[in-house]
């Protein structure tokens, strides 16, 4: 799954090398850390114009995959020898030091959700935004034979050195990742305690009951249905899916006048 990304991110990104890898990331604003994790075959500009406005109030953090997009200029692996699988991206994605929200679009939701699996203690809040923790949460599945849209390729090329054909080796890698690599339990997301916000378009390519069970799992869950929108919600929506997650973010939790879920003590 994937946005068409479109904007462009300023030129002040920095470098790591991370895990044997040399990585690409933006670092922007001052305050409590943000990390954001775009979709699986794009890059960090799926939040150009929604969530990067968030730099006003968090310093964002903005990594992308190994071997994809603006990586690659440097000396970032070969997507050929070494696919993007969620486990492996998973290890790149995980901050340092104090807690950080975390927010993960499409495929870097999965991501994001596996870091707070393995270390709670890095997660503060977790935001999945049209994201699954097992394949069968697809309503289509990515597939190497289908044919891009032109949007998809042109944003690729614009920051790949490979050129647009090169896309054709990522979207067999994804496609790949998404057969062969099994998914999280849920008891893996019962034990899962951060505060938790679950956002899916009503017209997702993610399965809505799909997203109810992972709301019903997860201890700490709030769910947000974004009415009238895709998977391409962040475009669709930009305002209302950045108004929800700010305030997610910023506000603690309140009690309801009619708890029936969280009518549990062991809910915030």
């Not at 669709?236 to 997650?245: D, N, S």
Request: proline share 9%.
């Amino acid at each position: 799954p994937t946005s068409i990304v479109r904007g462009t991110l300023p030129n002040v990104a920095q470098y790591i090398d991370l895990n044997g890898v040399h990585m690409w990331y933006d670092d922007r604003g001052q305050g409590d850390p943000l990390v954001l994790l775009h979709g699986g075959l794009t890059d960090s500009r799926d939040f150009v114009g929604n969530l990067d406005a968030l730099t006003g109030q968090f310093r964002v953090y903005l990594p992308e995959r190994r071997g994809q997009a603006h990586g690659r200029r440097r000396g970032a692996i070969d997507p050929r020898a070494d696919g993007p699988g969620h486990r492996r991206v998973s290890r790149d994605a995980r901050p340092s030091g104090q807690p950080t929200h975390l927010v993960g679009y499409s495929a870097g939701a999965s991501v994001a959700l596996r870091v707070a699996v393995a270390r709670p203690d890095l997660v503060h809040k977790l935001v999945l935004i049209s994201g699954t923790f097992g394949n069968d949460g697809l309503l289509i599945r990515p597939s190497a034979d289908a044919e891009p849209p032109p949007e998809l390729v042109d944003a690729f090329a614009s920051v790949s050195p490979d050129g647009a054909d090169h896309l054709r080796v990522v979207i067999t890698k994804v496609a790949q990742a998404a057969v062969e690599e099994p998914g999280l339990a849920v008891a893996d997301l019962e034990a899962v305690g951060c505060q938790t916000l679950l956002m899916l378009g009503d017209d997702d390519l993610v399965s809505l009951e799909h997203n109810v069970l992972m709301y019903r799992s997860l201890p700490s869950a709030q769910l947000a249905v974004v009415p009238g929108a895709s998977h391409l919600l962040l475009l669709e929506k930009p305002a209302f899916c950045t108004r929800l997650v700010e305030e997610f973010l910023t506000v603690g939790p309140k009690p309801t006048m009619l708890p029936i879920r969280r009518a549990s003590p062991h809910e915030p």
